[in-house]
């Protein structure tokens, strides 16, 4: 038999602490022909030198300064398809324990769905080892990219079966690289957050599809980098979705989701946590990013008071 190329490509920030037990639980898998990649994006809590002198046998990139999720992860990709010239590409969170058959499984399904553009299975919660994080997205007809699909849920066995899904979250998935020459990879637009969601819609655009397998699994620690009350997450979380938004959709569609968008992670969500936890920083934040995002829109022409005001 032959084995395509895999590389695992994982982004790290100042994240020293979780290195060991994703890149171990990588190394430890059954797949016959894959390498592991850190792509170190500018640490300054010794990430490089430790993964230089703890495994030897894994390569290291140095982005020098933080380039974001999706320009750290650009180096990596353009490293392993245009340089390695892999076949494939698993992009994974360093934040996560991987099953010793994720590869294997995960390449599997893409071989045999050649309109497989991202291939993701069983995301489970670190601390909860039987308990479901995510295994997709639903299509949702006002945001689109709807609610995790199984989330909170003891696995049963309830989702094992190989599926389409209309989006997923990419804690991990394997990329082939014909998507990543038609597309680029991430679009620097979306520094963080956001940015798997404007990749799939791209790829979506060109026919690819979005394959579940059950038998891949991880286990993920959730938000370790940024934190789940970052300000930053915050900034970007009130901005990209309604990028994504203004750049793929329809007129109709935009108009309908940023009203929707304003009242529900803009409005409301501002003032909970400004009311609620006193986050004044995290107020502005979020404001910040939604009139950043709308500047996006007018400069791209995009979005408009005739737009938003007016049915034609």
């Not at 679009?187 to 957050?193: K, N, P, S, V």
């Not at 790829?203 to 934190?227: C, D, E, N, Q």
Request: net charge positive; with cysteine; glycine share 8%.
């Amino acid at each position: 038999m032959t084995y395509p190329k895999v590389i695992v490509l994982t982004l790290n920030y100042n994240g020293k602490h979780l290195l060991d037990e994703c890149i171990t639980s990588y190394l430890a898998n059954d797949y016959p022909d894959f390498e592991m990649v850190v792509i170190d994006n500018g640490s300054i809590d010794g990430s490089e030198q430790y993964v230089r002198k703890n495994y030897p046998g894994v390569k290291c990139i140095q982005t020098g300064r933080n380039l974001g999720y999706s320009g750290g992860f650009n180096e990596g990709l353009k490293y392993a398809f245009e340089e390695r010239r892999a076949e494939y590409v698993l992009i994974t969170n360093n934040d996560v324990k991987a099953d010793s058959k994720v590869i294997s499984e995960l390449v599997k399904v893409a071989e045999n769905y050649p309109i497989a553009g991202f291939v993701t299975g069983k995301v489970y919660y670190y601390d909860s080892p039987d308990i479901l994080q995510t295994v997709g997205k639903k299509e949702d007809p006002v945001r689109w990219n709807g609610e995790h699909i199984g989330a909170g849920e003891k696995d049963t066995g309830q989702y094992d079966e190989v599926a389409e899904r209309a989006f997923c979250d990419d804690i991990y998935w394997l990329v082939k690289r014909e998507l990543y020459e038609k597309t680029g990879g991430y679009d620097t637009t979306f520094f963080l957050q956001a940015e798997d969601y404007d990749w799939q819609a791209r790829a979506k655009k060109l026919g690819y599809k979005v394959i579940f397998t059950p038998y891949a699994r991880i286990w993920h620690k959730v938000s370790m980098t940024l934190g789940k009350s970052s300000p930053l997450k915050a900034y970007y979380d009130s901005r990209n979705p309604l990028i994504v938004i203004m750049k793929h959709r329809e007129r109709e569609f935009v108009k309908k989701y940023f009203w929707w968008f304003f009242k529900n992670q803009v409005l409301i969500s501002s003032f909970k946590v400004l009311i609620r936890r006193f986050q004044v920083k995290k107020f502005f934040k979020i404001w910040q990013g939604f009139f950043s995002a709308i500047r996006w829109g007018v400069k791209n022409r995009r979005i408009s008071l005739r737009i938003l005001f007016f049915k034609k």
